[in-house]
């Protein structure tokens, strides 16, 4: 996990980019679609309190695709000027 301490290093230096941010949240969509996939392809039945766990998962894993789309719109909707302007 060496890109997440290079991200976080350069977050508390504030010199994390636009770009970097949302190179950052298209990992964790990618991620995060791929074990939601895997999840839900699965055929195996382990019974009612893991089929339980399993949809309890998928919630999750729903959730935080749509937090992390709604985070890269939001992103993409500031313009790189009123960025650079805020932290200057």
Known sequence: MDWVENLLQK??????????????LFHMIEVNENTLNHIQAS???????L??????EIRDLDFHLKYYRSLVNY?????ENKIIENNS
């Open 11 to 24: 977050s508390c230096e504030r010199t994390l980019t636009k770009s970097e941010v949302l190179h950052s």
């Open 43 to 49: 055929n195996l039945d382990f019974g009612p309190e």
């Open 51 to 56: 089929e339980e766990l399993k949809q309890t």
């Open 75 to 79: 992103i993409n909707s500031v313009p």
